[in-house]
């Protein structure tokens, strides 16, 4: 029967962990690739928990176990009428809107129902486990462990195991009898609940005496004296009264780690290494502590991680002066490790007895909701600079235990104020060039004041933590050259103003950076303002693109461009040739139309160019057959391509588009994936002419903005290409003889560098 119990707890979050990569799988074309898709998702599954969790308590206060088990085997039923999971049919988002209410409600006609039975299981199942007499003994939070263990190894089984070996198809069939399984589980479980006797279910854990098997009289001997039998060591919980500050400590403990996790994954995913892959660390992290604090040797992990808190967030300001992405990425998580094992520790330490077992785990989903909403809902409705995390990891060092001795602590915050005042003040004024001897006094000095004061002063020592990443942060995102800093549902966008320093070239130069990708530049300068510089120069691949494609004398010409960026592709427009642009951030269409910022579109496209918001495969799918002659495939979220742009069924739709001798062209510049073979294989397969182009520019392109960029040319015969099929820089390159992209199939781990 126990191992039944655990294999149910197992089972069940296993499949709302798999659940949740599966689901952002199936919804990510409707909505692009940004963090705040992910974010988004996060927040429906934790008011989902918070929804299961309330359903858990209150129908076992008021049915007792044995009826609420009958109740609950009926009510799982229901869900089965929304597998297969599927959005075959759901309509896409209002370009012009937020997503975020969209994509809520249509979780909760579609993944809400089987997600929301699930959710339920964990209290419900060790609720049903503590109310068998047999087992009064045992600790029903070791169940909570199972549950964790089941969570973390669906988190990394996905992307590892799942996604590289199943098509959707198949991952949602299977997914579908895996919930079947579970039910079998769980009313097998039930079963021992309707047969226990009616006794006490709230009775207190007791020591069980070991029961020493008999032995014949002929064996034992006279020599042998009986012992009396040794207590079985058990964890009990803290039988105190539960208050209402002891309630708002849970909240607190279980609210900030979320916060904390969101926050982390999107700055380590936009601004520090931009893959999507690497959405899933935080939560695989996060788990890890859950099972550790509520293991048996839980409070030994806290202690160490109490030990070594200071330190990881001293390591956590260390990274401002960090270069390296993998080196600035385990900063991060080490100190985001660290700070939430510290707060679930506190948890496992503060829970009740099985008595209050339900409202305990509601209380936790509460602050997970809250936590969650505050980060992807609000946060960036109310800050324009992504100051969200800095305030989660905040929150999360003034929730570390305090000593018990008080002193003090308005001397201590005046002291702290003042020394961040004149931080503060020192980094306005001080130049450019002293600014790193700067820097590192502050990092010398400040982890040391902040040990000080934590172990005297934790709240002294978060707001120390809080103001450098504050600072930080606004320097970042908003420091000096700043023309504009806008933000919207896919991400933190910065046009920023720089001046070439040599009096030589007194050039003025403007930015559109997301992250850590810059997007577009463009020199302001009369004369020099309709010249596309970055990876759209006219010396490197889409110049010998849009230089093979002159148009004839009385051909109108059309080309698509799915990415706006800063209209930087409205250079190559002309009396005969227009674009269509397929965008899908709202504000990237504000910032490129704005003649303060940039000015390709109003001054080098000059009325031959429009503008339609919208994901660009299901508005190029809108569009007339056989119209464009250039399409252009240039989409980042960040440094990410989205992967449904890369698929066989999006390269049907684009040679569709096409005029017979047109051509698909594929923006591919990427630090983290190699995007080459998957558009190889495509090529391949439909019988279609591949040719790519790797192109670094020389140091005295370097210096007139040019970067190192990848274009792929795709074509249905090589003669279509004209010129670049006889061009020795553009390359064919053999197909890899991996699976094929579809909609139904990816693999991003086979192609990440």
Known sequence: MVNLYRVTAFLSAALLFVAQPLFARLVLPLVGGAPAVWNTCQVFFQIALLAGYLYAHASTQWLGPRRQAALHILLILIPLICLPLTLVNASPPDPEANPSPWLLGLMVTTIGPPFLALSA????????????????????????????????????????????????????????????????????????????????????????????????????????????????????????????????????????????????????????????????VPLAIYLVTYILAFSQRGGQFTDWARR????????????????????????????????????????????????????????????????GTFIALVAPLVFVVPWEYALAVTAGCALAPRPCE??????????????????????????????????????LGFPALAWFHYRRRP??????????????????????????TARSYFGVHLVSRYVEPDDSRHFEVHTLQHGTTAHGMQIMNEGFDCTPLVYYYPTGPLGDVFGAFTPKEGEQQHFAAVGLGTGAAACYVLPQRDVTFFEIDPMVRELAENPAYFTYLSKCAKGRYQIKLGDGRRMLAQEPAGHYDVILLDAFSSDAIPVHLLTREALAIYMSRLTPDGVVVFHISNNHLDLAPVLADLAHESGWVFRIRRHDPPPEDQRNYVVSSTYVVIARQAEHLRTIAEDPRWRPQRPSGRAVWTDDYSNVLSVLR
């Open 121 to 280: 299981t964990a209290p419900l199942v060790q609720r049903w486990f503590a109310s068998a007499k047999q087992n009064a003994a045992r600790d029903p939070y070791s169940l909570y462990v199972m549950s964790n263990i089941g969570s973390f190894v669906a988190l990394l089984g996905y992307p590892f195991l799942i996604e590289p070996a199943a098509t959707l198809r198949t991952q949602t069939i299977g997914w579908a009898i895996g919930y079947g399984v579970w039910i079998a589980c769980l009313a097998a479980c039930a079963t021992f609940v309707w047969r226990a006797k009616d006794e006490p279910a709230d009775a207190a854990p007791v020591t069980v005496p070991e029961v020493i098997p008999p032995t014949s009289a002929k064996k034992k001997s006279k020599k042998q004296s009986p012992t009396p039998p040794e207590p079985v060591s058990v964890f009990v919980p803290d039988q105190g009264e539960i208050t209402w500050r002891r309630r708002l400590h849970w909240l607190a403990l279980s609210g900030v780690p979320v916060a904390w996790m969101l926050g982390v994954t999107t700055w380590i995913t936009t601004d520090i290494a931009p893959i999507p892959l690497l959405w899933i």
């Open 406 to 443: 008080r002193a003090n602590r308005l001397v201590d915050l005046v002291c702290v104020f003042a020394v961040l005042i004149l931080l503060a003040t020192l980094r306005q004024y001080v130049p450019n060039a002293q600014k790193p001897w700067l820097l590192i006094a502050a990092l």
């Open 459 to 484: 709240l002294a020592f978060a707001l120390v933590m809080g103001f450098i990443l504050t600072v930080d942060i606004g320097e970042v995102v908003g420091g000096l050259g700043t023309l504009r």
């Open 308 to 371: 070594i808190h200071p330190w990881a967030m001293c390591a956590l300001v260390a990274s401002l002066t960090a270069t390296g992405v993998w080196q600035l990425m385990l900063l991060h998580i080490l100190a985001f490790a660290v700070g939430v094992m510290v707060c679930h520790g506190q948890l496992a330490q503060l829970r009740p007895s099985e008595k209050h077992l339900t409202e305990f785990y509601v209380w936790l989903s509460v602050g997970g909701a809250l936590g």
